[in-house]
């Protein structure tokens, strides 16, 4: 026979919902002998968030008041809403506890019907002395009891509508809106108190209350700062400095009145930095002064801000003339040049200064917040509400509504995305109702995630539940946000069928202009062309333009982006991998738009070698290739070819890959300056070899037999250095040496032909960046022979080697060709470029002069020295002739000096003790910002330059490429000149002075 088991209290209650059972069955025994049997009770207790917190709340308030148990018992919807209160707010039924008469505020039919709308202004007034019914109404008094009685009252309006939301009887936008006015009475009461403390003198001045965020647009939190605008206007005969003292105080009262801590704690701080000038502007100011700023001053965050300008306290007239007024300026806003880089700018400053440990708690600021459906919102309406008054709506839900019925946003789209930001909005809600604290921040603990998820109605697995439900719409909050700017944009061109929204051609180009595109009729046919018709490449097109437009949109330059993306895709479009790679991989398709719309040179490369695509989809295709293994493939393309041409074509398309490689990795911050230098110049090491291999080839052949001659290409400059840049021309000198036998005429013959042979293979036209060949640095210049023997070289050196072609020679190593013949050449000339002696007294002064005239002379005509990377003061001569000329010095007993690269000899001669450490690290700043500018400007433009463009808009998209935010170029130009000033004053000192 079984015998029955029998439940325990504890047991019941555990099973019931109850965290700890125990002392569930203790407090519920305080509360009466019946109150374990009170079905109704115990009922409602566990449908609550927190079962555990309502009773803990409940026994309090019942120690204080012993006759709410009975009410309670008589009175269901009593019940419901204070318990749901209790299991929520633990500050609220504190508060209750506190002041145990406001319970009976839930009771009856007012607790469920909706407020009048002078109703809580009313009340908060008559709670602080003062009368509603006065037009500048003042409180009794300015003082403790005062503020105190604000705040209480202030908290009892707060408790009946948390009842009224947590029980389900008020949708969000109707608590936002009732949050919002009961602020706005709070504001209201706090300046009677002001006026109050002012005595007479608030007789002398008309002061408006302009709410504004949230709070202006009726959309306010449980617990925020409130934000607000104070504009006023002196009464007749009132000097207008007085009435402006006058209301700066009652100003400042207000404040207080609402942030000051009493006996019944604060409201809320009142923020007044959205005013102009924020808080380093005055507090208050004349409507005529608001004006003033906004038109000549005003940034356009401050318009975004007014967007949402409501009149919520004081003189009603003065506040809504003030709101007219600014809002024909609001609706202009979108017209001025750089709105929406403005406006994205401030979004990425929002996002950057998010906590690390917030990164993906953040319910406001966070990736798919609610700062992302409010910028989303507010950016289409500044957009077009210029032309469409309907779209003039201050709350985010309200202004959504009307974009979709404007056809600005697709219908699904909008319910989506107001669905997000409800409930994301009573997420936050909950957070803030726990302790009554301004909190955007889901917290980790299971306990709290638990009482959040059963407040929405979870009850199976509220913590599961609510985790997967809230990332779910963070996601596709995040994702709408990304689209909802550009889809519009597809369905105006492409009118794809089945679409709802529909722009028109009005309108997308509206959209576009403000996203930045300075061409949009141009950019709606790019848009038409990539998505018309029904091929599979069109239908890939749609999906993946939507979110590029953004990314276009965020580079320097959208046109040329977008530009950019039609011909690569002309190009590619059929390609099945291409459209797969773009639409499978974000990665790749967010880099290949920010690098169109960068760089023209990426572009012209990218055009000519279109699979390079495939390389943008990790860092690691990026790093560089080793110099063997390029060396080795290019050997091979050549050896595949018959004919000389076709075989360098093979090693010039090698190189224009191995180009773009070298500039992607560039532009997205994987290899810096030094590193792009030695890439650039072993690839044209490379491309040089091949080209010789190709001419040695060609002459051998001409010649009926093998070549009577060793021959070796020497770099020089930039080249010898590793320090090629995108725009290098290659710097080199040609020596042959005659084989054993050889006729010294055929040999040289031989050595000419390969010469020329080489320099018409490498400048012969095709669609890849030149490679020019100088042979300028040779022993007498443009008028001496293009090739010479390695003992003609021996026999000029020893006669007549001038001290520039000592310094030259500086960065001379072997480049291409014979080897060994190269090491014998830079044997040769190491002791003319390393002497013994170091540099001779007339020697210095032939390098000074020389440098002095060059600086006089070589600087193109009209050119600004300050900004020219080469040439002008602090730039990159300046620093490459004081490496060369400690080198000169002092190379023949310091073997580290011993280099052709500028920064490894300054690094030297620090190591040495010839060079202060904090003069090589100023030289060397300066050259690589120097170095940097210039490839920057290649990368940019498509073409070389060694000045700064004075032209703004070619200045941002330097710095930009620079990786300066939108609005930083003259920050850009600050930095540049600081760091070569600074490298001028080294200069000056250590090669013009004793220092050398």
């Known amino acids: 026979m079984t015998v029955p088991r029998i439940e325990t209290t504890a047991g019941r209650l555990a099973r019931l919902g109850f965290a700890d059972a125990a002392r569930a069955g203790r407090l519920l025994a305080e509360l009466g002998p019946h109150a374990a049997d009170d079905a109704g009770l115990l009922g409602d207790l566990v449908a609550v968030a927190d079962p555990d917190l309502a009773l803990t709340s409940l026994t309090r308030l019942a120690e204080r008041d012993p006759g709410v148990l009975a009410a309670l018992r008589n009175d269901p919807g009593l019940r419901g809403r204070l318990l749901g209160v209790f299991g929520v707010s633990a500050a609220l039924a504190e508060h209750v506890v506190r002041h145990p008469g406001h319970w009976k505020a839930l009771s009856g039919p007012s607790a469920v019907h909706p407020q009048a709308k002078d109703e809580p202004r009313d009340d908060l007034l008559r709670a602080v002395g003062a009368d509603p019914r006065a037009a500048e109404p003042r409180a009794a008094a300015d003082d403790t009891e005062t503020l105190s009685a604000l705040r209480v009252a202030y908290r009892r309006r707060l408790l009946c509508l948390a009842a009224r939301d947590i029980t389900g009887l008020v949708p969000l936008t109707e608590v936002t809106a009732e949050l919002s006015d009961l602020a706005g009475a709070a504001l209201e009461a706090a300046l009677a108190i002001a006026r109050a403390g002012a005595g007479e003198a608030a007789d002398q001045v ?41 209301a700066t105080r009652l100003a400042q009262g207000t404040m207080r009145a609402c942030g000051v801590s009493t006996p019944e704690g604060a409201l809320w701080e009142v923020d007044a930095g959205l005013r102009p000038e924020g808080r380093a502007g005055p507090l208050v100011r004349t409507l005529a002064s608001h004006l003033a700023y906004y038109r000549r001053w005003a940034k356009t965050w401050e318009f975004q801000a007014l967007l949402k300008a409501r009149a919520v306290a004081g003189d009603p007239a003065l506040g809504a003339e003030y709101t007219v007024a600014v809002g024909e300026l609001v609706w202009q806003a979108a017209a001025r040049p750089g709105f929406v880089e403005d406006v994205q700018a401030m979004r990425r400053r929002v996002e950057a200064h998010i906590r690390a440990d917030e990164q993906g708690r953040q319910l406001k600021l966070g990736p798919g917040g609610l700062r992302d459906i409010e910028f989303a919102v507010q950016l289409l309406q500044l957009v077009h509400g210029r032309h469409d008054p309907l779209l003039r709506r201050r709350a985010t839900l309200t202004a959504l509504t009307a974009l979709s019925r404007g056809g600005y946003v697709g219908r699904d789209d909008a319910r989506a995305l107001a669905e997000a930001y409800a409930f994301l909005r009573q997420v936050e809600h909950l957070l803030q109702l ?20 059963r407040a929405l109605g979870m009850t199976t697995d509220p913590v599961g539940e609510f985790t997967a439900r809230w990332k779910r719409h963070a996601m596709e909050a995040r994702r709408l946000h990304e689209k909802l700017f550009y889809r519009p944009l597809l369905q105006a061109v492409a009118r794809l069928p089945g679409e709802e929204a529909r722009l028109s051609a009005a309108a997308a180009k509206a959209r576009l202009e403000a996203l930045g595109y300075a061409d949009p009729q141009g950019a709606l046919r790019h848009i038409a062309a990539l998505t018309d018709g029904v091929s599979r490449r069109a239908a890939i097109q749609r999906t993946l333009l939507p979110v590029m437009l953004g990314w276009f949109a965020d580079a320097p330059d959208p046109d040329a982006g977008l530009l950019g993306f039609r011909q690569v895709s002309d190009k590619l479009g059929t390609t099945p991998w291409y459209l797969r790679l773009l639409r499978d991989e974000t990665a790749v398709a967010a880099r290949m738009a920010r690098l169109l719309g960068t760089s023209r040179y ?9 699979d390079a695509v495939a390389m943008l989809g990790a860092d690691a295709e990026l790093s560089p290739r080793p110099a063997g293994a390029l060396a080795a493939e290019a050997a091979a393309a050549v050896a595949r070819h018959d004919d000389a041409e076709s075989a360098v074509i093979a090693a010039r398309a090698l190189r224009r890959k191995e180009l773009f490689r070298t500039a992607v990795a560039d532009l997205v911050g994987v290899r810096d300056i030094e590193q792009v230098g030695m890439a650039l110049s072993e690839l044209n090491d490379v491309t040089i070899a091949a080209a010789l291999s190709a001419a040695v080839g060609k002459v051998a052949a001409d010649l009926g037999g093998g070549l009577p001659t060793r021959f070796a290409v020497i770099a020089m400059g930039r080249l010898g250095g590793f320090e090629s840049s995108y725009a290098s021309d290659a710097d080199v000198m040609f020596v042959h040496e005659p084989l054993p036998g050889a006729a010294e005429k055929d040999a040289t ?10 320099r ?12 020019h060949i100088d042979p300028d640095l040779r022993p007498e210049g443009r008028q001496g022979p293009l090739v010479r023997s390695l003992a003609s070289y021996a026999a000029y050196y020893a006669r007549w080697s001038a001290p520039w072609e000592a310094q030259a020679l500086l960065r001379a190593r072997f480049s291409a060709g014979d080897e060994g013949l190269g090491e014998r050449f830079t044997a040769l000339v190491d002791p003319l470029r390393y002497p013994r002696g170091g540099v001779p007294a007339a020697a210095l002064r032939e390098i000074r002069r020389l440098k002095a005239r060059m600086e006089a002379e070589r600087l193109p005509r009209g050119a600004d020295p300050a900004l020219h990377t080469k040439l002008g003061p602090g730039g990159l001569a300046d620093v490459e002739w004081v490496a060369q000329l400690i080198q000169l010095g002092h190379a023949h007993k310091v073997p580290g000096l011993r280099t052709t690269r500028t920064l490894d000899a300054l690094r030297a001669a620090v190591d040495a003790g010839l060079l202060a450490p904090g003069d090589a690290e100023t030289l060397t700043h300066a050259w690589r910002f120097a170095s940097r500018v210039r490839d920057a400007i290649m990368l940019v433009k498509g073409r070389a330059a060694d000045s700064i463009p004075a032209g703004l808009r070619e200045r941002v998209l330097i710095s930009r490429a620079l990786g300066y935010p939108p609005d930083a170029s003259e920050d850009m130009l600050d930095d540049y000149r600081r760091a070569t000033r600074r490298a001028r004053r080294v200069v000056e000192r250590v090669f013009y002075g004793d220092g050398a």
């Open 206 to 246: 008309r002061l408006a209350v302009i709410g504004m965020g949230k709070c202006g647009a009726r959309e306010l939190n449980y617990i925020s700062d409130v934000d607000v605008v104070f504009v006023a206007e002196p009464r007749d005969g009132v000097p207008e400095d007085e009435a402006l003292r006058v």
């Open 434 to 453: 726990h302790r009554l604290r301004r909190t955007h921040v889901v917290p980790e603990d299971p306990a709290a995630l638990r009482r959040i998820g």
């Open 602 to 610: 990426v572009t012209g490369l990218l055009l000519h070698a279109p």
């Open 749 to 758: 013959d031989a050595a000419f032909a390969v010469a020329n042979e080489l």
């Open 760 to 771: 018409r293979l490498l400048a012969a036209p095709a669609p890849d960046p030149p490679l």
